[in-house]
């Protein structure tokens, strides 16, 4: 049984569990305030790689949730954190938006460009790619997936932001990194050698540093059974699904991903737990 009692942080999804699009989800505002006012500390971790911090941060507030930077993790940070301590060496060619290319090569990693004069229907030679990085990508086009297979099949290193294989939108969803991942893995042999966003350990790893508490007094909450969930289980937090994003009802029982409680929104969280009338 989840009580206020033993809570002392909760970690939140974004997509899909706090807000839509630019709507702010039901409960959501209120809870989160809630929460702050017990001195609950509050952490949001975002597997979308599209923007720093910051600007996430920034929608939260506009929303009606005021958010520092550091209060927000997503998994292009926690990859380039990572990457500038142990491979900072290497030069990285991406599969993602020019705003991930930007945010890695603030943290100190060297990101080439894309190949604008590159004939997508030639095999190329990637020389000096020496490891390939894939993300959500709405600009991904054949020239991106030849240049990555071929630098892969080379001998590249393999990394990833996150596994999400769509992403929910207002209405409906888009494919997400999870797509991109598959299709290289299949026709390479390869597998990614380090994912950074949920459920890995290594996000998890940050997301409890910065929070300083022990898993058991956490809270995860989140729309989806294969990233939030499985990250909250693996860890030993406790686990709650919204229904306000991506899984249904129907899925839930076909998962191997099991959450400790189940609510259609934030309001009916804080509902159980008392917060909110």
Not at 39 to 67: C, H, M, Q, W
Not at 116 to 144: L, S, W
Not at 153 to 175: E, H, I, W, Y
Request: net charge negative.
């Amino acid at each position: 049984m989840i009580t206020i009692d033993d809570l002392a942080a909760v970690l939140f999804d974004l997509d899909g569990t706090v807000y839509l699009g630019e709507s702010v989800l039901p409960g959501a505002i209120e809870f989160i305030h809630a929460l702050r006012r017990r001195d609950i500390k509050t952490l949001f971790v975002s597997n979308k790689p599209l923007y720093p911090r910051k600007v996430y941060a920034e929608k939260l507030t506009r929303l009606g949730i005021p958010t520092p930077e550091d209060e927000v993790l997503t998994s292009a940070y926690v990859l380039g954190q990572y990457l500038i301590k142990h491979n900072s060496q290497l030069t990285y060619y991406v599969v993602g938006e020019e705003n991930l290319r930007e945010e890695l090569r603030q943290y100190g990693l060297t990101v080439i460009d894309e190949l604008p004069n590159q004939d997508p229907k030639e095999v190329i030679n990637p020389t000096g790619i020496e490891a390939v990085i894939v993300a959500f990508d709405r600009t991904v086009d054949y020239r991106k997936l030849n240049t990555a297979f071929q630098a892969l099949k080379q001998g590249a290193r393999f990394f990833a932001t996150n596994s999400d294989k769509v992403c929910p939108m207002p209405n409906g969803a888009l494919p997400d990194a999870g797509a991109i991942i598959a299709y290289l893995e299949h026709i390479t042999g390869r597998k990614v050698e380090l994912l950074a966003g949920k459920p890995s350990p290594l996000i998890t790893q940050v997301a409890l540093e910065k929070l300083n508490v022990s898993p058991h007094h956490c809270i995860m909450v989140g729309d989806r059974l294969e990233t939030d969930i499985r990250l909250g289980n693996q860890s030993g937090m406790r686990t709650v699904l919204v229904l306000s994003g991506i899984t249904t009802q129907a899925m839930i029982s076909e998962s191997v991903d099991q959450p400790e409680w189940v609510v259609n929104n934030l309001a009916e969280l804080g509902m159980r737990l008392g917060i909110l009338p």
